[in-house]
């Protein structure tokens, strides 16, 4: 078992900063990768960022540039940096801690980026 928790969500002007971090405990040696998604009211869920227990990142088009994904070799903490907010931003977003065969997600946080 795996427990997420995401925080430092909030409402920010266009242009702006945030960061949003994602804290993991329990069985984390498990986890193979951290991966954000980000869901806007009426719209499906997508990828935002990765990074696996190997470091290695990978990232949607539309954040590439803006967006940086960090953590320890544990990812027992990861953080996502987002600068250069668009309102399109503007979605909850989700830390998922992927195990071989499971997924464990948090309860999400609000990012709402103002024009």
Not at 20 to 42: D, F, K, P, V
Request: a positive charge; one cysteine or more.
């Amino acid at each position: 078992q795996v427990q997420v928790v995401e925080s430092g969500g909030g409402l920010v002007q266009a242009g702006g900063s945030l960061r949003l971090s994602c804290t993991t405990s329990g069985s984390t040696s498990s986890i193979n990768a951290i991966e954000w998604y980000r869901q806007a009211a009426g719209r499906k869920r997508g990828l935002v960022a990765k990074i696996t227990n190997h470091g290695a990142t990978t990232y949607a088009d539309s954040v590439k540039g803006r967006f940086t994904i960090s953590g320890n070799n544990a990812l027992n903490t990861v953080y996502l940096q987002m600068n250069s907010l668009k309102p399109e931003d503007s979605a909850v977003y989700y830390c998922y801690a992927a195990l071989q065969w499971s997924y464990y997600r948090g309860q999400g946080t609000q990012v709402t980026v103002s024009s």
